[in-house]
């Protein structure tokens, strides 16, 4: 579920200031659900993993029966298998509970603030030949960025429940319709 979801006209509250452009105004902001979202393709991309675990887990267990030092080399397999089921299973909804949406009425940004990696901002330019795709899911998402092989790793607004007012505001960014009064119920 969204954790904020606005929509406004008016300029920039603080924390914007170097940020937006003269004159740019924030149309939607929003927050992504970060519920975790496993499907048959993220259990797809962790088989691996799982795979790496399991037998990982068997070579130590039964290594350890013979040395310790030949079952502690099954461990470095084992924390290889775990990472990469984490990085595809729990990652996705960890980065999502530290993002934060904005629309704008010339671009589109996603902000973050990771561990490790610190904040870090990208925003994607909404102009007529941007790409812009509606995603059905539970909710849904609306993706923006460059084409890419695989749906998850392109950009976008992931899992928003605005995501039907949000294609809205892109369609009219697309078109030039200035975005102007936000509709009720979206403040």
Avoid: C, N
Wanted: aromatic residues 10%; proline residues 9%.
């Amino acid at each position: 579920m969204s954790r904020t979801a606005t929509l406004s006209g008016e300029a920039p509250g603080p924390g914007w200031q170097g940020i937006l452009d003269p004159g740019e105004r924030i149309l939607w902001q929003g927050q992504p659900d970060s519920r975790p979202h496993i499907g048959l393709a993220e259990i797809k991309s962790a088989t691996p993993g799982l795979m790496m675990s399991g037998f990982a887990l068997i070579w130590v267990l039964m290594a350890a029966q013979a040395s310790l030092l030949f079952a502690m080399f099954g461990l470095l397999f084992l924390g290889k298998g775990v990472l990469d089921v984490v990085q595809r299973l729990i990652l996705p909804s960890f980065t999502r509970s530290r993002s934060w949406y904005t629309l704008t009425d010339r671009r589109a940004i996603v902000a973050t603030d990771l561990p490790f990696q610190g904040r870090r901002l990208k925003s994607w330019p909404i102009g007529p030949a941007s790409p812009v795709e509606y995603v059905a899911s539970e909710p849904p998402s609306v993706l923006f960025g460059p084409e890419t092989i695989d749906r998850r790793e392109r950009a976008g607004f992931h899992f928003i429940p605005e995501a039907d007012r949000v294609m809205t505001l892109l369609r009219q960014i697309q078109s030039g319709q200035a975005a102007t009064a936000p509709e009720e119920g979206f403040r």
